[in-house]
Every structure is written in C-alpha cells, then in structure tokens.
C-alpha cells in the first residue's frame, strides 16, 4: 500500500492519532470524564458546519468551536449543581443540532457531513498532515510538561488544591487538549468514533499494567498499532478505515483481558514476589507518578 502517495500520508497520520489520542485518553479516564471525547466530537460539528457556510476551512472552525466548547463544559461542570454528565448532554445535543442546521443553511444536508462523521484518512493531503502534526506536537507537548500536575488532578482535585496548584487552569487545559485530539482524529476516525481511540487504548492497558505511567506508554503502543493495522486492513480489504481501527482497538481490548486474567491467576498462584510500601499520606506532588495505580 506504500506505493500511493495518499497511503504513505495516511499511515504517518494514523501514527499521529495512534499516539496522541491515547496520551490524553488516559487522563480523562483517570478523572472519570470517558464521555468527554465524545460530547466534544458532536460540539465540533457546529464548528465545521460554520467553516463550511462561511466558506472557510471546517478544520479551523471545528478546532475553535471544539476548544471552546471544551472550556464551557468545564465550567458547566465547575460551577453548575447538576454536574459534568448534564453539562455533557447539553452541549452534546446543542453542537449536534447546530452542525446540521449550519451545513442545511450553506445548501447541504446531512449526508455532507459524513466524512468527518466516519472519517476519510484517505482524502488528507500534504497540507492536513502539517497541520495535524502541528496539532499533535503541541499536545503531546502539553502531556510532556504538565503531565505530573495533570496527573495529580486526575488523582484526588482537593489534594491538587491543597498542594497549591492552579486546579482551574489544568482542569481546563485538559478539556481543551482533548479538544484539540478530536480535531486531529476526526478526518481519521470520525466524530462518532474518535473517542474510542481515546479510551479502548487505555481501558486495554490497565488490564496488563498498574503504574500510570505504564498504563500510558501501553495504551499508546496500542493506540499505533490499532491505528496502523487497522489502516492496512481497511486497504487490504476495502473497509472503511475509521470502523476498522476501533473494532480492531476493541479486539485488542479483548486480548489484554485474557492475558491479564492469566497474568493475575498465575501471580496468584505463586504469590508476590514482594511488597510494594504506599507512599505516606500527603505527599502530594512529590509522589513518583510511575508508583500510583491507575483506577483504583
């Protein structure tokens, strides 16, 4: 599949996505926000939906509209008394009807928006993928420089208060890089699906590792692998590339089920190899991040 030169794109773009959407994904199922991906992806419909009637780019609209967004379901979430799920739903119904209102109104219908719904990795061009690794390069960045106070949020928001950091601003930067993510992943894997490369990765890693920084590292191997396979199985057998990466996520989901129920039973039997001592109450921002256990 290498010979074409749309190929060769896609499958540096699949790499991109493979690697980013898991790095953000496991932060967000840390704080329990698997849904946020999600909801993010139907808000960005009303940013492509603007970009097309304006007859400006839909990726640019998406990106703004999506951040946005990001930020107000933060504060929805922050400040309302009916909590994050809600603030979710409201926003998650809003962008939707308002992609398909604005894409009705520039002379479309539904249908125009189906390849940013499913994905289209084949049509990206030279000029996307500059873009998307713009994009990619800054959030893995983000991760890279805020990852031990993103962590410690994710972990306990009342000990990251109490340790002084600013919980506001990094509960919001992690809502906006997610954001950012869907935009990367939906010419790929599409609105309706990016956040189950955002999440399967990572729910397939906790199966086999314990320490948060394992479990990252492991989702994002996933995440490439899902990805890159699943492009050249859709290549292979003329499947639509954005349902073949995430069935084959969830295959892979699967698999570390199983070996990690092996693994367990045979730890059993054998009994540990040692003691793990806990780190000392309120240590806060000291505690090593490879040392916490991801998701209880």
Same mark, same amino acid.
């Given at each position: 599949m290498l010979q074409y030169d749309f190929m060769r794109i896609a499958l540096v773009m699949a790499v991109l996505i493979g690697l980013t959407a898991p790095a953000v994904g496991t932060f967000i199922v840390q704080r329990k926000l698997s849904l946020l991906g999600d909801g993010i992806g139907h808000i960005a419909l009303t940013g492509i939906g603007l970009g097309l009637l304006t007859s400006t780019s839909p990726v640019l609209g998406a990106l703004v509209v999506s951040v946005l967004g990001a930020v107000a379901i933060e504060v929805l979430r922050a400040r309302s008394r009916s909590g994050a799920d809600v603030a979710l739903a409201l926003l998650f119904y809003g962008g939707l009807?308002?992609?398909?209102?604005?894409?009705?109104?520039?002379?479309? !219908?539904? %249908?125009?928006?189906?390849? &940013?719904?499913?994905?289209?990795?084949? !049509?990206? %061009?030279?000029?996307?993928? &500059?873009?998307?690794?713009?994009?990619?390069?800054a959030v893995l960045g983000i991760v890279a420089l805020f990852g031990r106070e993103l962590f410690l949020l994710c972990q306990d928001e009342e000990v990251a208060r109490a340790s002084g950091l600013p919980v506001r601003f990094l509960s919001v930067l992690i809502a906006a890089t997610a954001a950012v993510t869907v935009v990367i992943s939906m010419r790929a894997i599409g609105l309706l699906l990016v956040s189950a490369l955002m999440i399967v990765p990572v729910a397939a890693a906790q199966q086999l590792t314990r320490g948060f920084r394992g479990t990252m590292l492991v989702a994002m191997a996933t995440g490439v692998l899902s990805a890159v396979s699943g492009l050249a199985g859709s290549f292979q057998y003329d499947l639509p590339p954005g349902p073949s990466i995430v069935l084959l996520a969830l295959a892979l989901f699967v698999a570390a089920v199983a070996g990690g129920t092996l693994v367990r039973r045979r730890r059993a039997r054998t009994g540990p190899s040692g003691e793990t001592v806990p780190a000392a109450a309120g240590s806060g921002v000291e505690t090593r991040v490879d040392a916490e256990v991801m998701g209880g």
């Open positions: 009807a308002g992609g398909v209102i604005l894409t009705n109104a520039n002379g479309g !219908s539904g %249908t125009s928006l189906q390849s &940013y719904l499913f994905g289209s990795i084949t !049509s990206v %061009t030279v000029t996307d993928l &500059y873009v998307v690794a713009g994009l990619a390069a």
